[in-house]
């Protein structure tokens, strides 16, 4: 196969086994969300909230400083992004006007598929920044319903605070997905091999950290039970 050739083959290809990946991490996290580390965390912020809301007179400095935690996670990671955004477009600028190519890349040359190399690491960085901005939106927002002392008891209102702290939580996955798919990207400018390569590590690698394993799948179970048994027995004693 010719050296400018290999581009429109293993970009692909690699970009499809990334895509495969999601689409299939996506089905199951919507069927069997307990068999994956996003589905098995939202429903432990779930029952946070449950826990949280419960007294939250007792519990909103804890509730409060929790969810700052996450928002200083997203800020940096917001930073991070907007930051890597405006060195790119400065070395493009640069790189456009000296018009030098690296010896080190082996594959296509051309300016053209360069600037569409260096385009797409700067919009995976820009969809890092806007998930993670959304991010510490709900983060910000769920701080101060979580601390609304008249929501005692309405399993409505609590349901509420839940969704909109797993929306936070999914939109600072989004931008951390983005970070992981900027790495494939960013090897592309050394070539299509770098690049297909790195695709398929990534893709090992995310399988291994967005699955569970037995023990946790029991572990989690095991204490969601004791939860609802611990509400149980509340409401049975205000009943009484």
Request: charged content about 10%; aromatic content about 12%.
């Amino acid at each position: 196969m010719e050296e400018e050739a290999l581009d429109y083959v293993l970009v692909p290809l690699g970009l499809f086994v990334l895509g495969t990946y999601h689409v299939w991490l996506l089905i199951t996290v919507l069927r069997h969300p307990i068999r994956t580390v996003i589905g098995l965390n939202a429903q432990s912020r779930h029952q946070w909230v449950l826990s949280m809301m419960s007294d939250p007179l007792k519990n909103g400095v804890l509730a409060v400083q929790t969810i700052r935690n996450n928002i200083m996670a997203s800020t940096l990671l917001a930073t991070t992004a907007i930051t890597l955004s405006s060195l790119i477009s400065v070395f493009v600028s640069s790189t456009s006007n000296s018009g030098n190519t690296s010896k080190l890349i082996y594959g296509n040359k051309t300016a053209t598929l360069s600037s569409i190399k260096y385009f797409s690491i700067l919009l995976c960085f820009l969809v890092a920044f806007l998930c993670n901005v959304q991010s510490i939106r709900y983060y910000a927002h769920v701080s101060f319903l979580a601390t609304v002392p008249t929501w005692q008891g309405r399993k409505d209102c609590i349901e509420y605070v839940a969704r909109n702290l797993n929306r936070g939580s999914y939109f600072w996955s989004l931008g951390l997905r983005a970070f992981y798919f900027s790495f494939p990207l960013f090897l592309w400018i050394f070539g299509p091999i770098p690049m297909f390569a790195c695709s398929c590590v990534i893709s090992c690698v995310l399988y291994f950290l967005d699955t569970t394993t037995s023990f946790t799948r029991h572990l989690h179970s095991h204490s969601i039970k004791e939860v609802k048994t611990d509400n149980d027995l509340e409401s049975l004693g205000q009943l009484s």
